[in-house]
């Protein structure tokens, strides 16, 4: 497997565009289009937050349909939740103008949405937007470029990934995907947006199962702020075209790259995801090892990464070893904290901070420097088993509260 330095216009058989609607944001792109000529399969993992979107309810019924997939339409500033019937009549709407100018069935549209809750989608605009889309689609990478940036709200940064893997046939396979999350990040499934696509030849059920157990290990184990969103979703269209043989028996050795070409993938936009926090400074990365179940490894490194007063410790450069082992207690992980060894690291050096269960004797100048990096790890050894798993997360600035009090969600 090779690493693309492109986005979604890696794979040639797809195109996307960019738009302005003008639906909050002024003079910039705030419509997105990933268009497939060629009918793909799809597979969705949507927020398990009780209030939902009028396009998770939408596209989860549009996937239950088994029906060909053919494009999706995104538009930021108006997330079109809590809008009631009225919320589901414009994502009807959307489906049937989208096929209309794109010249295929509306049951082939997936939609999403993000930005203010509680708003109807200014139809006039949106609609403006979806015939502007289907006019400029390209699978240029200027096109692809342009898509990353008009999904974002509060983002700084568009979120692209795409890698290549030759399948056993000799066909080259690809994979790509986009993301967007910046605030309210804590997934309960991917808490914010994704897009992947690929040219795999795939069915829709091992495409939703490679899908469903991707995200459990990438965007569920990523927190910025604590919250998880009303839209997030993660949609994946696989159209075939790299003609290999259909992935049927999830003992393909395909199936099998596949899936390491969708975590690299997923990992990657998470990753970026945590790293854009609102008001971040850092990426923080918490990884546990030798726990005694992969459950119990996950809610101690997603415990971590989502605590508050470790994320503001981590804001101010303190080795506070003693909010790390309370996030570890409260997680509801099987431990023995006797046991734990914990040490903070990053590209200058690392200090373990604490042995067996006792705080060590540290040098803090020492401890501030590793701290003060871009990218800081906090790894804990259980020391009870062998399971691992990773989480990824941010810190806690003064400008994510100034950002956040004036932002109307």
């Excluded at 939609?111 to 203010?116: E, R």
Aim: charged content about 20%; hydrophobic content about 40%; proline content about 2%.
């Amino acid at each position: 497997m090779i690493t693309l330095k492109s986005g979604l216009n890696a794979i040639s058989s797809f195109q996307t565009s960019a738009a302005k609607a003008q639906i909050k944001y002024k003079n910039r792109n705030d419509m997105a289009l990933i268009f497939s000529p060629y009918p793909c399969v799809g597979a969705g993992v949507f927020t398990q937050n009780k209030v939902r979107a009028a396009c998770v309810d939408f596209d989860a019924n549009q996937l239950a349909q088994k029906s060909p997939i053919h494009a999706i339409v995104v538009n930021s500033g108006n997330a079109n939740a809590c809008t009631g019937a009225q919320g589901m009549r414009d994502c009807a709407e959307c489906a049937i103008t989208a096929g209309a100018v794109l010249g295929v069935e509306s049951s082939s549209i997936l939609l999403a949405s993000t930005g203010v809750i509680g708003v109807p989608l200014p139809m006039p605009k949106v609609k403006k937007g979806i015939s502007l889309l289907a006019q400029a689609k390209s699978s240029s990478r200027q096109s692809a470029k342009d898509a990353a940036s008009a999904i974002m709200t509060t983002d700084t940064m568009p979120k692209e990934a795409a890698v290549e893997f030759i399948a056993t046939s000799g066909k080259r396979v690809r994979v790509a995907g986009i993301a967007k999350g910046s605030g309210m990040i804590h997934p309960n499934m991917a808490t914010m947006l994704c897009f992947v696509i690929t040219n795999l030849n795939i069915t829709q059920k091992l495409l939703q199962k490679a899908l469903s157990k991707d995200v459990k290990d990438s965007f569920n184990m990523i927190s910025v702020d604590g919250d998880t969103s009303t839209n997030d979703m993660v949609l994946a269209l696989a159209n075939g075209r790299a003609q290999n043989p259909l992935i049927s028996d999830e003992n393909d050795q395909d199936y099998q790259s596949f899936k390491k070409a969708l975590k690299a993938i997923t990992t990657t936009l998470a990753r970026k995801v945590a790293q854009d926090g609102e008001g971040a400074t850092k990426l923080i990365t918490a990884h546990c090892q030798n726990a005694s179940s992969k459950k119990s490894a996950r809610k101690i490194a997603k415990s971590i990464i989502a605590s508050s007063l470790v994320k503001a410790a981590m804001f101010g450069n303190d080795a506070n070893w003693g909010r790390i082992l309370c996030a570890m207690g409260y997680s509801g992980a099987e431990f023995d904290a006797k046991k734990v060894d914990l040490t903070i690291a990053s590209k200058v050096g690392e200090v373990r901070i604490m042995r067996n269960g006792e705080a060590q004797t540290i040098d803090e100048k020492k401890a501030k420097k590793i701290l003060a990096q871009k990218e800081v790890e906090i790894l804990i050894d259980c020391k009870n088993g062998n399971k691992s798993a990773t989480a990824w997360g941010c810190d806690l600035s003064y400008d994510y509260v100034k950002i956040n009090a004036d932002y109307r969600s």
